[in-house]
C-alpha cells in the first residue's frame, strides 16, 4: 500500500487497488518543466484517470510501471494505446507481449498536424527573407486558423480560412491533407474503411512532394497495424490528453516545479484515484 500523504492534516490515500483489474490503459509523456524535463504517465481508460507516473519517458521508465504493478496485475492488461514513438513500444513488448499495441486516432492525426505547422514555418521563414515583410505577417497570423478545427473557427477565422482557400497553394494543400486525415477518424466508419482511407491518403501525402507529409506518411505507413488495433478497439488518448491539457494548466498556475515528485504529488490529488480525508473524518 503506498503511504499517506499529509497535507494541513489532510490524510491523502493513492487507492491501493488502482492496478487490479486493469483492462486498457494509456500512455503519454507530459513535460513538468521546460528544457526537455518529462513526466511518463499512464492512464486507465475505463476510470480516466492516471494511476501511475514517473520521470522520464524512455523505455526503461515504463518498465518501472510493470515492474511495480506486478506480473499478476499485468497479466490483465489486454490493450496499451500511445503514440508511434519506440520507446513505449519496446516496453509493451517485453513486459506484456500479449498485450495488443494501439496508436490512438489522437496521435495519429497529430503527425498530420504537426507536419501542417513544419510546412506553414518553412513558408514563413522563407517569405521573412523578401523586401515586403507583409507576406510574412499574412503567414504567421494564419496559425490558430490552421491548428483549430473548422467547426470551432470564429468568424475572422472562418474569413482567413477562406481566403487562403482562395489563394491556394502549398499551405492550402498542406491544411486539405491535415484535414482530410482528421476527418478519417472523425465519422463512424467501420474499421476496414478508415484502413483503406488511410492507405488513400498516404498515397496522396507522399504524391504532394512535401517532405513533411511525406515523412508522415510512412510512419503512418509502418503502423498501420498498431491503427487498426486502436481503431477496432475503439481506443484512443483524447482522454489522456484532456488530462494532460489540465495538468498543463496546473503547472501554469503553480509557476513550475522544482522537482518532479513535487508535480507528480499535484497530478495525482487532481488527476489520480485519491482517498482524501479530512481531519474531521473519523
Keep these: 500500500m503506498d503511504a499517506p500523504i499529509d497535507v494541513k492534516g489532510t490524510a491523502v490515500q493513492l487507492d491501493d487497488t488502482r492496478f487490479q483489474g486493469l483492462v486498457n490503459i494509456g500512455v503519454d509523456e507530459i513535460s513538468w518543466r521546460k528544457h526537455h524535463r518529462y513526466l511518463t504517465l499512464v492512464s486507465d481508460h475505463a476510470t480516466s484517470k492516471i494511476v501511475w507516473g514517473a520521470p522520464g519517458k524512455n523505455a526503461a521508465t515504463l518498465d518501472k510501471f510493470f515492474a511495480e504493478i506486478g506480473p499478476e496485475n499485468t497479466a490483465t492488461i489486454e490493450a496499451v494505446s500511445m503514440d508511434m514513438g519506440p520507446a513505449f513500444i519496446k516496453s509493451v513488448k517485453a513486459n506484456a507481449p500479449h498485450a495488443t499495441v494501439c496508436f490512438d486516432p489522437f496521435h495519429v492525426v497529430?503527425?498530420?498536424?504537426?507536419?501542417?505547422?513544419?510546412?506553414?514555418?518553412?513558408?514563413?521563414?522563407?517569405?521573412?527573407?523578401?523586401?515586403?515583410?507583409?507576406?510574412?505577417?499574412?503567414?504567421?497570423?494564419?496559425?490558430?486558423?490552421?491548428?483549430?478545427?473548422?467547426?470551432?473557427?470564429?468568424?475572422?477565422?472562418?474569413?482567413?480560412?477562406?481566403?487562403?482557400?482562395?489563394?491556394?497553394?502549398?499551405?492550402?494543400?498542406?491544411?486539405?491533407?491535415?484535414?482530410?486525415?482528421?476527418?478519417?477518424?472523425?465519422?463512424?466508419?467501420?474499421?476496414?474503411?478508415?484502413?483503406?482511407?488511410?492507405?488513400?491518403?498516404?498515397?496522396?501525402?507522399?504524391?504532394?512532394?512535401?517532405?513533411?507529409?511525406?515523412?508522415?506518411?510512412?510512419?503512418?505507413?509502418?503502423?498501420?497495424?498498431?491503427?487498426?488495433?486502436?481503431?477496432?478497439?475503439?481506443?484512443?488518448?483524447?482522454?489522456?490528453?484532456?488530462?494532460?491539457?489540465?495538468?498543463?494548466?496546473?503547472?501554469?498556475?503553480?509557476?513550475?516545479?522544482?522537482?518532479?515528485?513535487?508535480?507528480?504529488?499535484?497530478?495525482?490529488?487532481?488527476c489520480g484515484p485519491l482517498e482524501i480525508k479530512l481531519p474531521y473524518h473519523r
Design 110 to 270: 497529430q503527425l498530420a498536424t504537426t507536419a501542417l505547422e513544419a510546412v506553414r514555418r518553412s513558408i514563413w521563414q522563407h517569405s521573412r527573407s523578401m523586401p515586403d515583410q507583409s507576406l510574412a505577417k499574412k503567414f504567421k497570423g494564419t496559425r490558430w486558423v490552421l491548428l483549430k478545427n473548422p467547426e470551432n473557427m470564429t468568424e475572422k477565422q472562418q474569413v482567413t480560412l477562406e481566403q487562403m482557400r482562395q489563394d491556394g497553394g502549398l499551405l492550402w494543400q498542406a491544411y486539405q491533407l491535415k484535414e482530410s486525415l482528421r476527418e478519417v477518424f472523425a465519422g463512424d466508419l467501420a474499421p476496414a474503411e478508415v484502413m483503406e482511407m488511410i492507405t488513400s491518403w498516404c498515397q496522396l501525402a507522399t504524391a504532394s512532394g512535401m517532405p513533411e507529409f511525406v515523412r508522415a506518411a510512412a510512419t503512418v505507413s509502418t503502423h498501420t497495424r498498431g491503427i487498426y488495433a486502436a481503431v477496432t478497439r475503439g481506443l484512443s488518448n483524447g482522454r489522456h490528453e484532456g488530462l494532460n491539457n489540465k495538468i498543463r494548466t496546473m503547472t501554469r498556475r503553480s509557476y513550475g516545479f522544482h522537482t518532479p515528485e513535487a508535480a507528480l504529488a499535484l497530478i495525482m490529488l487532481a
